[in-house]
C-alpha cells in the first residue's frame, strides 16, 4: 500500500535502486538551436538536446539528427551549420523550433528571431544567443536512430552585452539553459569551480607565507 501511495503521490521510494532496460539518461543536456540554410533558400533552426564538446585542439563538437529531419539533408549537403546557445528568453523559441518542421513553417519569422551573418560559414545565426559557434562537418556516423555530424568549430560570436571593461566574457550572467528528462531548466547556484577541490585556500597560503 506504502509503494502504491508512493506512485500516485509521485513520489520517489525511499531507498534501495531500480534497474531499468537501457536508454538515454544522461541529463542534464545543454538544449541548443542549430541553425542551417541551403544557398538561396530561407533559413531553418532545429533544437537539438544531443550535442557536446569532443575537442579542444581543433575545436570540434558533435551534434546527433535523426535522418528524416528537414534540417539533415540540409546540414549533409551544405557541410555548415551555425550552433546557437539558449538562454531562458529563448527557451519558448528553442521548444517551438524542436516540434515544428521547416517544411511547414518560417522559424525565424514565427518567433520573431534575427538571422545574423557569420564570417566564416554561409549560415546565419541567431542574434539574440550569447554564442553562436559557427560549424563546418567534418565527418558523420550512420548510428542508427540518429547520426552524428563531427564538426570544426571555425568561428565564436558572442554577445557585447556580456562583455565587462577588461574584456572578459561573462557568459553565465546570460541565463542559459539545460534540458532533463522532458524539461527546460535554468542554470542556478554555482557550486564549485575547476579545481577547487585539490586547490589551496587562501588563507592556508597566507599563513603559510607569515610562517616562512
Known amino acids: 500500500m506504502k509503494d502504491k501511495n508512493n506512485r500516485e503521490s509521485g513520489q520517489a521510494k525511499p531507498s534501495g535502486k531500480t534497474d531499468w532496460k537501457p536508454g538515454n539518461m544522461l541529463y542534464p543536456v545543454p538544449a541548443v538551436m542549430v541553425s542551417c540554410m541551403r544557398q538561396g533558400e530561407k533559413p531553418n533552426i532545429i533544437t537539438i538536446a544531443w550535442a557536446g564538446t569532443i575537442c579542444s585542439s581543433p575545436a570540434m563538437l558533435s551534434i546527433s539528427i535523426r535522418r528524416e529531419r528537414y534540417s539533415y539533408d540540409i546540414i549533409k549537403e551544405t557541410g555548415e551549420f551555425a550552433l546557437n546557445l539558449v538562454t531562458a528568453d529563448l527557451v519558448r523559441a528553442a521548444d517551438y523550433c524542436g516540434v515544428k518542421s521547416g517544411r511547414d513553417v518560417d522559424k525565424f519569422a514565427d518567433m520573431k528571431l534575427t538571422p545574423c551573418s557569420l564570417t566564416n560559414i554561409g549560415v546565419p545565426g541567431i ?68 579545481g577547487y577541490s585539490v586547490r589551496k585556500s587562501d588563507k592556508k597560503s597566507k599563513d603559510r607565507r607569515k610562517r616562512k
Open 127 to 194: 542574434a539574440e544567443s550569447p554564442v553562436i559557434l559557427s560549424c563546418k562537418v567534418t565527418e558523420i556516423k550512420p548510428l542508427g536512430s540518429h547520426d552524428l555530424f563531427l564538426a570544426e568549430v571555425v568561428g565564436v560570436t558572442v554577445d557585447n552585452q556580456y562583455m565587462d571593461e577588461q574584456n572578459k566574457f561573462h557568459l553565465n550572467q546570460s541565463k542559459l539553459v539545460t534540458y532533463s528528462h522532458g524539461e527546460y531548466f535554468e542554470l542556478g547556484k554555482k557550486v564549485g569551480t575547476f
